[in-house]
């Protein structure tokens, strides 16, 4: 089966730096994706990584390495508005439908 | 656009009445998900369809039944709702054009059987 582990909380203050991992298992694995969502609104997607390394967008990046089935996703010059929950995801193998499994989610706290 | 929407936003329920939660999209995704959400934990597939007229089940489908008679509409029903049921339920949507892992969820309806 696939599973996806990530912390279940992080706590950062505002202007530093974060990461929040995610180690997965699955059968097959095609790419490493990563939603955030906010308290009471809906997922939002935040980034996909397919090869191995770093992906830029903004103060946002996610890391990928296929070799250690590992990802994470950095948060630079934290801001109060970061506060939410994040999701890794990865594609079902089993599925070429879109069929995504997500892990259980890390709550990032801000503070000031 | 309104991209997603969800209706309603908020509902209540005795254990054993039915109800039907709605999914529209105005974007002509032929992709639509049904997840549902649970105090810590992340979102589970219910069911999915990938075209007008097909539905299919995902991880969590027993309780639940769907139908997508309309490309834009994707509905999902419980015939008699039961406390496990109490959960929020997320629609999402993505055009076959577009990466599988790249999908576009609604607001949310959150769900209370009692």
């Known amino acids: 089966g696939q599973s996806l582990e990530q912390p279940s909380e992080v706590t950062a203050v505002e202007g530093a730096i974060v990461q929040i991992n995610c180690t997965y298992q699955?059968?097959?694995?095609?790419?490493l994706s990563w939603y955030q969502q906010h308290d009471g609104g809906a997922p939002t997607f935040l980034s996909y990584n397919a090869l191995d390394g770093l992906e830029e967008t903004g103060r946002f990046s996610s890391f990928l390495s296929r070799s250690d089935s590992y990802g994470y996703l950095l948060l630079q010059e934290l801001q109060m508005k970061d506060s939410a929950s994040y999701f890794c995801?990865?594609?079902?193998?089993?599925?070429?439908?879109?069929?995504?499994?997500f892990g259980q989610g890390t709550t990032l706290q801000v503070k000031p | 656009n309104a991209g997603v929407t969800q209706t309603p936003k908020f509902r209540v329920l005795k254990t054993g009445q039915s109800m039907t939660l709605l999914c529209a999209q105005d974007m002509n995704h032929e992709y639509m998900y049904w997840y549902r959400q649970d105090p810590g934990m992340g979102l589970r597939l219910i069911h999915y369809?990938?075209?007008?007229?097909?539905?299919a089940k995902g991880e969590v489908p027993d309780g639940y039944n769907v139908s997508r008679l309309k490309k834009q509409n994707f509905l999902l029903g419980l015939e008699s709702a039961a406390p496990s049921q109490t959960s929020v339920y997320f629609c999402?949507?993505?055009?076959?054009?577009?990466?599988?892992?790249?999908?576009?969820f609604g607001p949310g309806t959150r769900l209370l059987v009692l």
């Open positions: 699955t059968s097959g694995f095609y790419g």
């Open positions: 999402a949507s993505r055009t076959s054009g577009a990466r599988q892992e790249t999908q576009y």
């Open positions: 369809s990938v075209g007008e007229g097909t539905t």
């Open positions: 995801a990865v594609r079902d193998p089993s599925s070429n439908t879109g069929k995504l499994i």
